[in-house]
C-alpha cells in the first residue's frame, strides 16, 4: 500500500495545485471529481481511438465459431477494461477517500451504478434519436454525457462511496 498511498498523494498535490483559481467557485471535491472522470474520459477515448485504429486495425475480432465482435465493440472492451478500475480506485482514493465502507461494498456499488450509467447512455442515445433526429449525433452525445456525469458524481457521492455514518444517519439510529 505504500505505493498506492504515495501516488495517491501526488496525484491529490497536482489537481489541488490547479485548484486555487477555482476555489470560489467550486467544492474541492467536485473538483476533483471533475479532474479524476475528465481525465479518465480522456483516457478512455485514447484508448479506444488506439484499440479501434491500431489494434484491432478496424476490423471485426473472430472468437469462437461464427462469433465476432465488431472493431467499434472490441475497443470499447478494451477502453473499459482499463478505465474502469481506473476511475474506481481515483474515486476511492482521491475523490471520496473519507468514505469508511468496505471496498468490496464499494466496488460491488460501483459495478451497479456503472453498469446503471450504460444502460441509461443507451436510452438516453436512442431517446435523442428517436426524438430529436435533427440533433447531429455528436452534438446530443455530449449532451447526454454532461447528464450521466451529473448523475454519476451524485450517486457516487450519495451512494457508492458513502460513509456508513452517513447510512445509520439516514436510518435515524
Given at each position: 500500500m505504500p505505493l498506492l498511498s504515495k501516488a495517491?498523494?501526488?496525484?491529490?498535490?497536482?489537481?489541488?495545485?490547479?485548484?486555487?483559481p477555482f476555489a470560489r467557485?467550486?467544492?474541492?471535491?467536485?473538483?476533483?471529481?471533475?479532474?479524476?472522470?475528465?481525465?479518465?474520459?480522456?483516457?478512455?477515448?485514447?484508448?479506444?481511438?488506439?484499440?479501434?485504429?491500431?489494434?484491432?486495425?478496424?476490423?471485426?475480432?473472430?472468437?469462437?465459431?461464427?462469433?465476432?465482435i465488431t472493431a467499434h465493440v472490441g475497443a470499447y472492451i478494451i477502453a473499459f477494461c482499463i478505465t474502469f478500475p481506473l476511475g474506481f480506485i481515483l474515486s476511492r482514493y482521491v475523490v471520496f477517500p473519507e468514505s469508511n465502507l468496505h471496498g468490496?461494498?464499494?466496488f460491488f456499488r460501483?459495478?451497479?451504478?456503472?453498469?446503471?450509467?450504460i444502460l441509461l447512455?443507451?436510452?438516453?442515445?436512442?431517446?435523442f434519436a428517436i426524438m430529436?433526429?435533427?440533433?447531429?449525433?455528436?452534438i446530443s452525445y455530449i449532451f447526454i454525457m454532461v447528464i450521466t456525469a451529473v448523475l454519476s458524481y451524485l450517486s457516487q457521492r450519495f451512494?457508492?462511496?458513502?460513509?456508513?455514518?452517513?447510512?445509520?444517519?439516514?436510518l435515524g439510529e
Open positions: 495517491r498523494h501526488i496525484v491529490i498535490a497536482f489537481i489541488d495545485f490547479f485548484y486555487k467557485f467550486i467544492p474541492l471535491q467536485t473538483f476533483r471529481y471533475l479532474a479524476c472522470g475528465g481525465s479518465n474520459t480522456v483516457l478512455n477515448w485514447l484508448v479506444y481511438s488506439i484499440s479501434f485504429n491500431i489494434v484491432l486495425n478496424q476490423q471485426s475480432t473472430h472468437i469462437i465459431d461464427d462469433i465476432f468490496r461494498k464499494q460501483y459495478v451497479l451504478t456503472t453498469a446503471t450509467f447512455t443507451y436510452v438516453l442515445i436512442k431517446l430529436l433526429p435533427m440533433v447531429r449525433a455528436d451512494y457508492t462511496f458513502k460513509s456508513d455514518e452517513d447510512e445509520s444517519d439516514a
